[in-house]
């Protein structure tokens, strides 16, 4: 099947060819190191990390690259007013960076550079950039002439008067043109140097993705990525600088992910509804958020709400609970096929029917609502496997079973869920419900256990009495023959 990919340069979908076959270039812009990640960093990463999962699970070699500016304005304010150096900053920021990833299975990419880590590479295009009448140097600031260069604009659609009226430029008569903006700064009092051409400083934002971009992935690579608030003027800036010193163009596809509101309202820190990643998985399985993210096309806004997360977490206990009943079903001792027994292959012609359509949805510009439309459905035919698995015969129940589990594994690698047993994530589950609602697990499995008992001795009254005021703490209870279950609501 063809990949497409809507490109935000071309503002329309695209067949997707790699400039080399079988391998695919992918840089994509990292965080800020000056404070912990938010809802926001969250959703360009899980959006990334299923396009970098998908295009390996067709066979693409890819490279990601996603970099960390470890050396900013921010960075700086936050080491003076603690009294340290920036690099404490940046690490103890990186770390935990590293943490929230890991718990929402976002895979590592294959490099991670750092831009202090680069400052060769920056000067060495800035100096490219000056040479080439691009670039002009006023008491030690390197500034990109945007005037010399006619393509500029051309991401985000816009013309220069536009790019003025809707912009916050900053008053400074040392440009030529208030757009124009720093390739190099130089370096005020207290404020962390490297030596350069042009006297002591340090690199301009925009500067440090063409430089690493260029240096793992080449002069021209397959797909930029990033959040849609960097089309303008970040993802503009990197275009301008890199086409002009190499002459070609920096990607041939940009992708960019839509933004996070909150409760419909925009996510700002004036708002205060800026929601850091640790806070919300104190109260959610990491697998609900990541859900959560998936159930919107990338491109479109998320509107994130307690009740959002709530559904996500009962569509990801649906998911699960199949996963569990096939393992159960999976453990039985057949009795072998009755005479009217089935072999079940309407089902496996069914599961192979969805992968195609799992995978058409994630070729259509990576259309993971879609795509978990046709997990659901499986999950919807794990059911009904479950409910007529008796008149199934046991080869055919055994095929069925196999083909099932192949599918939830592939689904759940291209999507990063189901990355835990079924009975670890109820356990999880139930850890962060009854934390979030202050009840305690040591409290509801001796209530399970009271009514256990009460139930062997045929007490029944009080067996309904303990079901009751279980279900009033939205606790639910599956009994089986041997034992309960328990559930939270």
């Given at each position: ?396 129940k055994a095929e069925i079973l196999k083909e099932a589990a192949r599918l939830f594994e592939y689904f759940g690698d291209v999507l990063g869920i189901f990355q835990s047993d079924a009975d670890r994530f109820f356990a999880a589950d139930k850890e962060t419900e009854l934390r979030k609602r202050g009840l305690d697990i040591a409290e509801i499995e001796d209530l399970v256990r009271q009514r256990q008992v009460a139930r062997l001795e045929k007490n029944w009254a009080k067996a309904d009495d303990i079901r009751n005021q279980l279900a009033r703490l939205h606790i639910v209870l599956k009994d089986s023959a041997n034992a309960t279950r328990w559930m939270i609501e």
């Amino acid at each position: 099947m063809t990949q497409k990919i809507f490109n935000t340069k071309t503002r329309k979908k695209e067949i997707f060819q790699p400039i080399k076959e079988g391998a695919v270039g992918i840089y994509v812009c990292g965080i800020t190191a000056y404070d912990v990640c938010h809802i926001g960093h969250a959703r360009a990463a899980i959006v990334f990390d299923v396009v970098v999962r998908y295009l390996r699970a067709k066979g693409y070699e890819v490279t990601f690259v996603k970099n960390f500016t470890d050396i900013d304005d921010k960075i700086i304010d936050r080491a003076n007013k603690e009294g340290v150096g920036i690099a404490e900053i940046s690490e103890r920021y990186i770390n935990a960076h590293d943490e929230d990833m890991e718990a929402l299975a976002v895979q590592t990419p294959t490099v991670t550079p750092k831009a202090t880590e680069h400052m060769n590479d920056m000067i060495a295009l800035v100096r490219s950039l000056e040479e080439q009448g691009y670039a002009y140097c006023v008491d030690g600031d390197v500034y990109f002439s945007i005037s010399d260069f006619k393509p500029y604009g051309g991401l985000s659609g816009r013309n220069l008067e536009e790019m003025m009226a809707g912009s916050r430029v900053d008053v400074n008569d040392k440009k030529k043109n208030p757009l124009d903006f720093a390739l190099w700064k130089n370096s005020k009092e207290g404020e962390p140097f490297w030596e350069s051409p042009w006297g002591k400083g340090r690199p301009g934002w925009h500067i440090e993705c063409s430089a690493m971009s260029r240096r793992y992935l080449g002069e021209t690579f397959d797909i930029h990525g990033g959040g849609e608030d960097l089309i303008f003027p970040h993802h503009e800036n990197e275009i301008a600088q890199s086409l002009a010193a190499t002459g070609k163009p920096l990607a041939h596809y940009w992708m960019h992910n839509g933004f996070v509101k909150i409760n419909s309202e925009k996510m700002s820190k004036s708002l205060g509804n800026i929601f850091p990643v640790k806070e919300i998985l104190k109260n959610y399985h990491p697998e609900v958020l990541r859900l959560f993210m998936l159930q919107s096309h990338y491109r479109s806004p998320v509107d994130y709400s307690e009740d959002s997360l709530a559904e996500a977490r009962t569509s990801l206990i649906r998911c699960y609970t199949a996963l569990q009943i096939l393992r159960e079903t999976h453990s039985k001792t057949s009795s072998g096929p009755g005479a009217n027994a089935q072999n079940g292959q309407h089902y496996t012609e069914q599961f192979e029917k969805l992968v195609d359509k799992f995978n058409a949805a994630m070729d259509d510009d990576f259309n993971t609502a879609q795509a978990l439309g046709h997990v659901f459905e499986m999950v919807r035919l794990t059911n009904n496997f479950v409910m007529e698995e008796k008149n199934i015969s046991a080869s055919g129940k055994a095929e069925i079973l196999k083909e099932a589990a192949r599918l939830f594994e592939y689904f759940g690698d291209v999507l990063g869920i189901f990355q835990s047993d079924a009975d670890r994530f109820f356990a999880a589950d139930k850890e962060t419900e009854l934390r979030k609602r202050g009840l305690d697990i040591a409290e509801i499995e001796d209530l399970v256990r009271q009514r256990q008992v009460a139930r062997l001795e045929k007490n029944w009254a009080k067996a309904d009495d303990i079901r009751n005021q279980l279900a009033r703490l939205h606790i639910v209870l599956k009994d089986s023959a041997n034992a309960t279950r328990w559930m939270i609501e």
